[in-house]
């Protein structure tokens, strides 16, 4: 079965400081991977999905993140905080196989310091 | 606009109630699932529908039900089976066009607390 893991359940950042959050994923097979980010109360925004093709993916707010296949990882940067950055942040795995299921990690919640 | 409507945002229920969670999609997306989020523990799947009239349970079905009667709706049914229904409930759906086309949709949430 796949399984996620987010290193890290709080990280605390500078403004301006980059912004490095840790996902690992466990499959045997090539996984549909995501980013998702929750704001208190309320549902989840896709910051930035990885499907096929290029392995470095930009999505919102300036965020990005690389598929590394040999580190089965897809861990998210920002190259500067800003306190709106401040959330939960989820990793996400889906297979087709698996009747297209949605895996998340633990989550870690950043905390951006003026 | 598109989306998903997911009501009411905040539900308290007493000890031995059932109670319905509505979800509803303008999208005409196939395929809808269920999460509870407990702090600290990430989401987990309660059930999940791929098609109308089918539906499986994912890893935390125990005490809670659902139906598929119309593509539009997912209902999700918390019954008193449920030892501690106090969490926070998302529904989402799935586009699942091309591999570069292909996504989730959430909605904005249930907060369920047992009174």
């Known amino acids: 079965a796949q399984s996620v893991t987010q290193l890290g359940s709080h990280v605390s950042v500078s403004e301006g400081a980059l912004v490095l959050l840790r996902c690992n994923y466990s499959?045997?097979?090539?996984?549909?991977l995501f980013w998702y980010v929750q704001y208190p109360n309320q549902g989840l925004q896709l910051l930035l999905k990885?499907?096929?093709?290029?392995?470095l993916v930009k999505g919102i707010n300036g965020f990005e993140a690389e598929f590394k296949k040999s580190e089965t990882s897809f861990h998210l940067t920002k190259p500067s905080a800003h306190m709106s950055d401040a959330a939960e942040y989820f990793c996400?795995?889906?297979?087709?196989?698996?009747?297209?299921?949605?895996?998340f990690g633990g989550g870690t919640r950043v905390l951006v310091k003026p | 606009d598109g989306g998903i409507t997911q009501s009411p945002k905040y539900l308290f229920r007493k000890e031995g109630q059932n109670v319905t969670l509505s979800c509803e999609q303008n999208l005409n997306h196939d395929a809808m699932y269920w999460y509870r989020q407990d702090p600290g523990q990430g989401l987990r799947l309660i059930y999940y529908s791929q098609i109308v009239n089918d539906f499986q349970k994912g890893d935390i079905a125990e005490g809670y039900s659902v139906s598929r009667e119309k593509k539009e709706s997912f209902p999700l049914t918390v019954t008193s089976a449920q030892k501690n229904p106090t969490a926070f409930y998302l529904c989402?759906?799935?586009?699942?066009?091309?591999?570069?086309?292909?996504?989730?949709?959430f909605g904005s949430g249930t907060r369920l607390t047992v009174v």
């Open positions: 990885y499907t096929t093709g290029a392995t």
């Open positions: 989402a759906t799935l586009f699942r066009g091309t591999v570069n086309n292909y996504g989730y949709t």
């Open positions: 996400a795995v889906s297979f087709k196989a698996a009747g297209n299921k949605l895996t």
């Open positions: 499959s045997s097979v090539p996984p549909y």
